[in-house]
C-alpha cells in the first residue's frame, strides 16, 4: 500500500510542477556588444523563451527612451528583432506574446503581387500596390504550437492524473509528459537552425557577407559583432525534475502491480 501512494505521490507533485512549468521561462538569449554598455544593459539584449512564447528579457534597465516599452526598462525583445534584421533574419515568432493590437503578427511578411511583366498590381480602390503574404509555413506552424501550449500543457496534466488513478500500468501516460524538457530542445534547436539558414530573404541582411550559420544553442558563440549567450532558465530545471519524477513514479507503479 506504501509503494501505490508514493508513486501517486510523485506524480501528483509532477502534475503540480507542469501547471507551475508553463509559467515559468525556459531557456533565455542575450546578446552583448561594446555598443550595449552594462551600464545599460547588465545582462546584454536579453529575450527569454517560455512554451507558449517569447519574451522581453531587460526589465529594469536604463535604456536609451526611443528603446522604452514602459517605465521599467527597455523592451529588448524588440532590439534583437531589430538586430536580427539587420543581418536579414525573420522577426522572432513571439507565441501567446505578440501584440494583440496588431492586424498581423509582427512576424508575418509581405509582398506585392506582380503581373507576367514583373510589374506591380496596383488596387484601384486604393491606388496602392496588392499586397500577399509571403510568410514563410515554418513560422505560422511554430506560431499555432505556442498558441496551443496552454490547451497542450492540459492534456498533460489530464494524462498525469490518469496515469494515477487508473489501475492498469499504463506507463505511457507518465512517460509522454515526462519528455517536457526534450520536446522543448527539439523545437528550439530545430528552429535556431531555421532561423539561422533563412538570411536576407525579406529586404534585410546589411552584412551580406555573413553566411547562413547555426545560432549558439548553448553557451557562448560570435555572430558579426556580438557575442551570443545561451543558457537554461530555472524552467529547464523544472522540466527535468517533472521527467525524474514521473520516470520514478511509472517505474515504481510497473513494479508495485507486477507485485500485487
Not at 161 to 173: S, Y
Request: glycine share 8%; aromatic share 14%.
Amino acid at each position: 500500500m506504501k509503494g501505490n501512494n508514493t508513486y501517486k505521490i510523485l506524480a501528483g507533485l509532477a502534475a503540480v510542477l507542469i501547471i507551475v512549468l508553463y509559467f515559468l521561462p525556459v531557456w533565455w538569449v542575450a546578446l552583448q556588444s561594446i555598443q550595449y554598455p552594462k551600464t545599460m544593459y547588465p545582462k546584454g539584449i536579453r529575450i527569454n523563451f517560455k512554451y507558449n512564447g517569447v519574451y522581453n528579457g531587460c526589465k529594469g534597465t536604463k535604456e536609451r527612451a526611443e528603446l522604452a516599452s514602459d517605465q521599467e526598462g527597455a523592451n529588448c525583445l524588440v532590439e534583437m528583432n531589430a538586430i536580427n534584421h539587420f543581418i536579414g533574419m525573420y522577426h522572432i515568432v513571439q507565441g501567446v506574446n505578440s501584440n494583440k493590437d496588431r492586424k498581423y503578427p509582427i512576424y508575418y511578411v509581405f509582398d506585392t503581387k506582380k503581373d507576367a511583366n514583373g510589374n506591380e498590381i496596383i488596387d484601384p480602390k486604393t491606388g496602392k500596390p496588392v499586397e500577399i503574404d509571403v510568410t514563410p509555413k515554418a513560422l505560422k506552424t511554430l506560431d499555432k504550437i505556442m498558441h496551443a501550449s496552454p490547451y497542450l500543457f492540459a492534456i498533460l496534466v489530464l494524462m498525469v492524473i490518469a496515469f494515477i488513478f487508473t489501475k492498469k500500468p499504463n506507463i505511457w501516460l507518465a512517460i509522454i509528459p515526462a519528455m517536457l524538457p526534450i520536446y522543448f530542445l527539439v523545437v528550439y534547436i530545430y528552429y535556431l537552425h531555421w532561423y539561422g539558414h533563412h538570411l536576407s530573404m525579406h529586404g534585410g541582411g546589411a552584412f551580406r557577407g555573413i553566411k547562413p550559420f547555426m545560432p549558439t544553442v548553448f553557451g557562448e558563440g560570435k555572430v558579426a559583432q556580438f557575442t551570443t549567450l545561451s543558457y537554461p532558465d530555472i524552467g529547464f530545471f523544472v522540466g527535468l525534475l517533472i521527467m525524474i519524477l514521473l520516470i520514478i513514479a511509472a517505474l515504481m507503479k510497473k513494479k508495485s502491480l507486477k507485485n500485487n
